[in-house]
């Protein structure tokens, strides 16, 4: 069984025959709802978000955000997963959205989380450690639940030029409405980007390990910068065999 997991990065909008598949198990994140063509070609089980001021702030761009996962909940019956604190908020907002609607606990960060430590299996569970950013905290925890080959597609990375976190497709983000989060939250951006990105490459590394140690197969459809994703790579199908990827 295969689970993907698809992000904002800018290669997310070359993959052309990404479509809707019988079997595998989609988890998409973030601002990939706003792209309806997209959304209809994936029409994900998952889609997961959990930013206090991308997702959850008072700007322009949370409110036409929060329109695209009331769509999504609405033509796909897709389920919306975010913190428990968060999806309480939501539900009251949003109450349309409370049958599709999961929040996770999250559980206490500790020495462990230095060696990788999350929770892959959510059904006995619903909890997950708390790492800060969506690819770690939520999607490989709920893909892993559902499979054991996990396929990554738009998970690019940071450029030494990108003056935020990382770049975004265009088509999957709310890029003229970006300036209504700055307003709301000017310090928010006041961070290390390099700091976070090498932490985060940092964690991924090791949760990718760990993941691969309990016998997970993990492959970066499309390019990755970023070290544990780029040296994992699909398999090259045989000689005469039609790839079915869609990179």
Not at 151 to 177: I, M, T
Not at 194 to 214: A, C, N, P
Request: proline share 7%; glycine share 6%.
């Amino acid at each position: 069984n295969v689970a993907r997991l698809v992000a904002t990065g800018p290669s997310i909008q070359d993959v052309k025959s990404l479509k809707t598949s019988d079997t595998a198990f989609t988890v998409a994140c973030n601002t990939i709802a706003v792209n309806s063509d997209l959304m209809e070609r994936l029409r994900p089980e998952v889609l997961t978000f959990a930013d206090p001021v991308y997702h959850f702030g008072p700007s322009v761009y949370v409110e036409k955000f929060h329109d695209a996962v009331q769509r999504a909940t609405a033509e796909y019956g897709t389920f919306i997963v975010t913190t428990d604190r968060y999806a309480e908020w939501l539900r009251r907002k949003i109450p349309s959205i409370s049958n599709h609607l999961i929040g996770l606990r999250q559980l206490t960060r500790g020495a462990s989380t230095s060696a990788g430590h999350q929770n892959f299996d959510l059904r006995g569970n619903l909890a997950v450690v708390p790492y800060p950013n969506i690819l770690t905290m939520m999607m490989l925890p709920i893909a892993a639940t559902f499979a054991r080959r996990l396929d990554l597609y738009g998970f690019d990375g940071r450029k030494p030029s990108d003056q935020g976190f990382w770049a975004h497709g265009n088509s999957v983000q709310l890029s003229d409405d970006m300036e209504s989060v700055r307003e709301a939250h000017p310090g928010f951006f006041e961070v290390d980007y390099e700091d976070y990105y090498d932490e985060h490459v940092r964690q991924l590394t090791q949760i990718v390990t760990r993941l691969e140690s309990d016998g997970y197969e993990l492959a970066s459809v499309t390019a990755s910068r970023m070290p544990p994703l780029a040296i994992r790579v699909p398999e090259p199908c045989p000689s005469g065999v039609t790839d079915p990827s869609p990179a």
